[in-house]
């Protein structure tokens, strides 16, 4: 059974995920106050439909509380954002992501039930600064204020060790979850595991303790 969502905004913040979702094989209702916008994505959604989201009404009309996930991409209008994210909890759908313009906006998302809030402008902002700052760094997830998953590259300086001699957890406060290697992943490696160059790791910990362990082990 196809999994379904409803998109609700289709800048290109919304727009990339229907994209993506429809590639995925979803069924996907597409929604945006603007004609021209709902147009663009009419002949790739599986539904489109010009609808003012706001009106508790309009949202009954669509069928859209008998989705299992809902996603709120509006853009600029934090107000519509908002009063979108709370007519639907209210409705009953179970899952609802958010995009959130700021940390106000997402506090306020927190407090009126958003299941899952996402800042996908301070987040890309993220991850290109860890980009510039190590070419080490491939890939950053944030879990939490200080918290985050991260991609790096071994390099020649670390090559060779096990994550034994390393000692990681006892000289930096992280831990290695798992190693990329050519075409295979090697989960919850152990301490005996030697590093290749070239190796990723998933390193999850604190950021500050991350970045010192890739500028003292790494640098």
Do not use: C, W
């Not at 039930?113 to 800042?119: K, R, S, T």
């Not at 670390?158 to 050519?182: E, H, P, T």
């Not at 970045?211 to 790494?218: P, T, Y």
């Amino acid at each position: 059974m196809k999994k379904e969502f409803v998109v609700i905004g289709l800048g290109r913040f919304g727009g990339s995920i229907v994209h993506e979702l429809i590639r995925l094989g979803a069924d996907v209702m597409a929604i945006d106050a603007h004609s021209e916008r709902v147009d663009e994505y009419a002949k790739i959604a599986t539904q489109a439909a010009v609808a003012d989201t706001t009106d508790e009404e309009v949202i009954k009309s669509l069928g859209i509380r008998n989705f299992e996930h809902v996603i709120v991409a509006i853009g600029e209008n934090i107000q519509a954002s908002i009063l979108t994210t709370l007519i639907l909890k209210e409705l009953g759908v179970p899952n609802v992501t958010v995009k959130a313009q700021n940390d106000y906006h997402a506090k306020v998302l927190g407090r009126i039930g958003a299941d899952q809030i996402i800042h996908p402008e301070r987040d890309m902002g993220i991850r290109i600064a860890n980009n510039l700052m190590s070419s080490n760094v491939l890939d950053y997830l944030e879990l939490s204020d200080e918290h985050s998953i991260m991609e790096i590259k071994a390099n020649d300086r670390i090559a060779g060790y096990s994550i034994k001699d390393l000692d990681i957890r006892a000289n930096y406060g992280i831990n290695i979850v798992g190693i990329k290697r050519d075409d295979s992943i090697i989960i919850s490696p152990t301490a005996d595991e030697k590093i290749l160059l070239g190796d990723i790791l998933l390193v999850i910990g604190a950021v500050v303790d991350i970045n010192r362990f890739v500028k003292k082990a790494m640098g």
